[in-house]
């Protein structure tokens, strides 16, 4: 693959970018002296830097290089990925949901879990939740190597392991709030550099005209310019967008992903935490088309190299070809500064999020129940190259077993996604359901997850079942778990739900709210 020379100024912009990055982080480290301030920043970020972290812990450097690739291969129905599963659901759970987690006063969402229903789904959920943090680092590590192959020729460990490097400093060191703040700045960068990765396409095809006129003369591209595409389409039919993305991957990821929720947790009210959610939805309204045209832009740019897809192809190159193809020097350092940024930003939001989850949910209340504040915040330092090194250990297989990183990732997703999504819904919304539901409905979900999963190898369901299907029926088979498994045993008292369910406010924490 052809590769780009940098110029001074190109290595000028992104040295600059870097040393910004790293002198904030460290900077914001100082006075991490507890675990609250390590893993929550203390209770003390503003809510601009929240909702701007938020966008960035959700877009990232899988999302360019991912939805650039199926933007390619699918078309806009890939804009879904945002219109339908993050605007409306980052909206409800504002107003409905984050206020509560907020005020249960938790660390993590399997902590509310367990709160709500027991300590065995707290810790079967903490359990995946870690393993799917590690497969998602993966995912980013994988999106690293294919961007720096393009740009600079490295080979795919080496840039792997110099993003874990560079990543792990200062996430280690200064924790949630470093990493907030580096994901505000970070948040900036990554606008500015994919509008210019749009823009410099769209003037190279002609125009949105041109660009559509030549999409539609293609053979392969009869369904690329539907936002929800016909119901016998391979991947996207449209029931599964509206049920599997609509109304069960968009809203529990913006509920219940631990790497979104921490950010919220870790503001200074219920108020702002709500706020947080609503710029992060504001901001939102302009990524479908930032991450998902550049797909489309490739269709006409490099149609020739990269051919129609099939079983062999490789999304993964499309975005850093457009860099070869597109970028004149001095524009590069701003696009790859940006880049960086997503690298970066998810890699700290998620390996933040897993060292959380793993001292919150599995050493402190079952390994070290009396672990002082200080052991957690040395467990929790230690943890995070822990984590880095087992996603780049896990990187090569995510590399040659999915087709895009993004597939990767909301495949990965899918096995909790709707198990999630039915215990949060009935123990937040419900004051029936008890652990037996809890449990009941968590393995019944995660089961049908996994038996869809791998259709094609257990049932020979050829091409096997989309993400978005698993996901819708996981929540079904889950819901129905839940609701009958709490049937089965006694309702808690409704003093033990204060807090805990819409309608039941713990009183000292409504007094306290905008004085935490």
């Known amino acids: 693959m ?12 992104i040295l600059l970018y870097l040393l910004a ?26 809510w601009w830097a929240a909702g701007l972290s938020l966008v960035v812990s959700d877009i990232g450097a899988k999302d360019m290089i991912g939805l650039a690739g199926d933007g390619y291969r699918f078309g806009i129905v890939m804009m879904n990925f945002d ?12 107003f409905l949901f984050m206020p509560y987690l907020w005020l249960a006063n938790v660390y993590t969402v399997p902590e509310y879990l367990g709160k709500r229903y027991n300590s065995s789904v707290r810790t079967f959920f903490s359990c995946l939740w870690v393993l799917f943090m590690i497969g998602t680092l993966a995912t980013i590590f994988v999106s690293a190597a294919a961007m720096f192959d393009a740009i600079l020729g490295w080979g795919f460990w080496f840039s792997v392991s110099v993003t874990a490097l560079l990543v792990g400093l200062y996430t280690t060191i200064g924790g949630l709030k470093a990493v907030v703040i580096t994901d505000a700045f970070s948040c900036v960068i990554l606008i500015i550099g994919a509008s210019i990765i749009c823009v410099t396409g769209l003037a190279e095809v002609g125009g949105m005209g041109a660009l559509k006129a030549q999409i539609q003369s293609l053979e392969w591209t009869e369904h690329h310019l539907e936002l929800l595409p016909p119901a016998d389409h ?24 631990q790497a979104i929720v921490q950010r919220t947790l870790g503001t200074r009210s219920a108020s702002e935490a ?7 939805a504001a901001i939102k309204l302009f990524f479908p ?22 079983d062999d192809w490789n999304g993964n190159q499309v975005l850093p070809l457009l860099l070869v193809r597109l970028l004149p020097p001095g524009v590069l350092g701003i696009v790859i500064g940006a880049f960086l940024a997503g690298v970066l930003s998810n890699l700290d939001s998620y390996v933040n999020s897993a060292s959380t989850l793993l001292v919150h949910d599995l050493y402190r209340p079952i390994l070290c129940p009396n672990a002082s504040d200080r052991q957690c915040l040395m467990i929790g330092r230690c943890l995070i190259p822990i984590f880095l090194l087992a996603g780049v250990a896990l990187s090569y297989p995510v590399q040659k077993g999915f087709g895009s990183v993004f597939e990767a990732f909301q495949t990965f997703l899918s096995f909790i996604q709707g198990p999630l999504l039915a215990l949060l819904l009935f123990g937040m919304l419900t ?17 049908v997850a996994a038996l869809l999963t791998f259709s094609d190898a257990l049932f020979g369901i050829e091409g096997g079942i989309s993400f978005l299907w698993v996901a819708w029926w996981s929540f079904v088979v889950s819901l129905l778990g839940v609701g009958l498994g709490s049937l089965l045993s006694p309702a808690y008292p409704r003093s033990r739900l204060n807090g805990l369910v819409v309608g039941h406010p713990d009183p000292g924490d409504l007094a306290s709210e905008g004085h935490a």
């Open 234 to 257: 391979p991947e996207y039919p449209w029931p599964a967008v509206l049920l599997g993305l609509g109304f069960v991957l968009g809203p529990a990821y913006w509920i219940g992903n």
């Open 274 to 280: 709500r706020a947080s959610y609503i710029l992060c």
């Open 289 to 310: 088309l930032l991450l998902v045209l550049p797909g489309l832009i490739g269709i006409v740019l490099l149609n020739k190299e990269l051919g129609t897809p099939g």
């Open 2 to 13: 052809e590769t780009l020379r940098l110029g001074n100024l190109d290595m000028g912009l």
């Open 21 to 46: 990055v790293g002198g904030l982080g460290l900077w914001f480290s100082r006075g991490i002296k507890t675990g609250k301030d390590f893993f929550l920043a203390g209770r003390s970020l503003p």
């Open 83 to 94: 219109f339908l599963g993050c605007i409306l659901p980052v909206i409800v759970a504002a």
């Open 431 to 447: 004051c029936r359901a008890n652990a037996t539901g809890g449990i009941v409905g968590m393995l019944t979900g995660v089961l």
